[in-house]
Structure formats: structure tokens, C-alpha cells
């Protein structure tokens, strides 16, 4: 894995995993990630960072488009 990955389960929660190992599964009706920052970001596109090594990905809402930087 070398990017950050967001993925749904199927009991309606999400978990996210960074290749450093930093993980967080987020349940049902929280609002914010506690292992992760989320910045809204201009265009349609929002910015997931992992708190423990920094790494960085930027997401377009509607076409899936991603970049990892570190």
C-alpha cells in the first residue's frame, strides 16, 4: 500500500489506513477523525493527513482523483 486508504464498511462505519500503520476505524455519527486531519480544500477536493508521519493525500470528490505527498 502506498497511499492512504479510506474504505466503508459494510456496517455503515469507515476506517483509514496509512502505509505507516496508523489506522482509525470512525463509527456511526462522528463527525471527525481523531488519527487523521480532513481539510476541505477549493474545487471540489479535500486533503487527508496521517498525524503520526505526516504523509499527505489529496482527493477530487467527484472523479476519485488522488496524489499522495509526503
Known amino acids: ?3 492512504i486508504e479510506m474504505m466503508p464498511e459494510p456496517n455503515g462505519t469507515w476506517i483509514m489506513v496509512c502505509p505507516c500503520g496508523q489506522a482509525e476505524c470512525r463509527g456511526r ?3 471527525a477523525w481523531r488519527k487523521f486531519t480532513v481539510t476541505i480544500l ?11 508521519c505526516g504523509r499527505c ?3 477530487r470528490l467527484i472523479y476519485g482523483i488522488t ?3 509526503k
Not at 477549493?42 to 503520526?52: E, G, L, N, S, W
Request: hydrophobic share 20%; net charge neutral; charged share 35%.
Open 1 to 3: 500500500m502506498d497511499e
Open 29 to 31: 455519527g462522528v463527525k
Open 42 to 52: 477549493p474545487d471540489q477536493r479535500y486533503r487527508v493527513c496521517c498525524t503520526a
Open 57 to 59: 493525500l489529496e482527493h
Open 67 to 69: 496524489r499522495s505527498t
